[in-house]
């Protein structure tokens, strides 16, 4: 009897068969389980029905535009279902994690383009340069400028045999410039400012890579900025000066209003340096005691975000600066303010004021942490009389620092 039941068992059709028809490994779910995992199958097959994947790219592609970056992860995942290998797929999904800030997901998504195509597509090493850091980072870049420079190779010529035979190449076509390949320098450079700085030989490779995107591009500002900070740092001010001055006359209006106005706002905004580097090009305005263009950047930062503190207390900082070098003119010069000096003097202090009371004020809003930046705010405020009043602050809004074409007040050094 024992024998019957156990020979009875054998032959029972065993369950492993259930995953030979299409079904791999559900047996082990719950069903709860099986159920999401057959409607997902169900799904990806109705989408693939219904939508190609350059469908559902584009589809992507709009949701990126509108900074929809939840909705274009399901477009572009269902892009992947029907099509996992798609490179360009991966890329665009790589690009939305770190959108929503899923760096490891993101650098999945990267890693496995790379897996799958290693010498083609540049843009997914620079994304991988930028999650992650040091020598890691300077790794990623390079292969990517490796790849960058091979494309741009095999694209010139093609463009080459295209003219040849009388036809142009595809004007949707992203075509690939060596502005791309300086802008990719200039990210090693920046590593070689910051993670690798205390390396054997960090300033050597940091100014040999400004120099290969100067090569590459030879008016790229966020090159001639990074230049001007590498001159600045080894004590070369007039050189690092010159070459911040060049930097800012390339996107700044009031430096360049030739070229301003013969440019259309859509070119004018590709131009503009990131607004963190702008930041960064105001302050070395100030240290470098050109006052009157640091304001001018400054202005344009705060028309274009007004909820940045360190901005604001940046052109409370300079208005301050502006008003003690004419202080100490006035004592070197053995004379009295003029009534217009005075009337000027006392615009630069009510701007201050104004300026570091919206710092302060934005400060506490925001719960920001620089506790250095506060103790500074608090301190030019103490000395210039404390926080502007409400009914007082409309006196900012009708006093425009003194620009290069107005002429300014001698400038004074900066003590940051």
């Known amino acids: 009897m024992g024998g019957q039941a156990k020979s009875k068992k054998k032959n029972k059709p065993k369950r492993k068969d259930r995953r030979e028809n299409g079904e791999p490994g559900l047996v082990y779910l719950s069903p709860q389980e099986r159920m999401k995992v057959r409607m997902h199958e169900k799904a990806k097959k109705k989408t693939a029905e219904k939508y190609s994947v350059q469908q559902l790219l584009e589809k992507t592609q709009e949701c990126v535009d509108t900074f929809d970056f939840e909705m274009a992860g399901l477009f572009c995942q269902r892009a992947l279902d029907v099509e996992p290998t798609n490179l360009q797929a991966l890329d665009m999904l790589g690009h939305i994690y770190s959108e929503l800030g899923d760096t490891e ?6 890693l496995h383009n790379v897996e799958l ?6 843009s997914k090493y620079m994304y991988l340069g930028q999650l992650h850091t040091g020598q ?46 300086s802008v990719a320098y200039c990210s090693i450079a920046e590593i070689y400012f910051t993670d690798l700085c205390m390396e054997e030989g960090a300033a050597d490779k940091c100014r040999e890579y400004i120099e290969r995107a100067l090569h590459y591009q030879h008016d790229n500002p966020e090159a001639l900025q990074l230049m001007a900070s590498y001159l600045f740092s080894t004590q070369k001010n ?17 430096k360049n209003a030739n070229a301003a106005s013969s440019t259309s706002n859509e070119d004018v905004q590709n131009d503009m340096p990131p607004y963190e580097s702008r930041i960064t090009t105001a302050k070395l305005l ?22 940045v503190v360190q901005v604001w207390y940046l052109s409370g900082w300079v208005c301050y600066l502006q008003w003690e070098k004419a202080k100490e003119q006035h004592q070197t010069d ?9 009337e000027e003097g006392k615009a630069l202090v009510d701007a201050a004021r104004s300026y570091l009371t919206n710092a302060r004020k934005l400060y506490s809003k925001l719960r920001c942490d620089d506790q250095l930046l506060l103790e500074h705010v608090e301190q030019l405020l103490s000395e210039l009389g404390g926080e502007m009043e409400e009914e007082d602050a409309a006196l900012e809004e009708d006093y425009e620092p003194c620009s290069d074409e107005e002429g300014g007040e001698p400038e004074a050094p900066m003590e940051l």
């Open 238 to 254: 007039q050189e690092g000066k010159e070459y911040l001055l060049k930097s800012v006359a390339t996107w700044l209006p009031s």
């Open 286 to 307: 100030i240290e470098s005691e050109e006052y009157e263009t640091a304001v001018d950047v400054l202005e344009g930062l705060l028309e274009e975000d007004d909820e």
């Open 117 to 122: 195509s290693p010498d083609t597509g540049h």
């Open 136 to 181: 890691q980072a300077v790794d990623y870049y390079t292969k990517g400028i490796q790849v960058l420079l091979s494309s741009i190779e095999k694209q010139e010529t093609t463009t080459t045999a295209l003219m040849g035979a009388a036809a142009l190449p595809d004007e949707d076509s992203e075509l690939l410039t060596p502005k791309d390949v």
């Open 334 to 342: 053995g004379r009295e303010a003029t009534e217009e000096e005075k």
């Open 105 to 110: 997901k993101a650098k999945g998504a990267f």
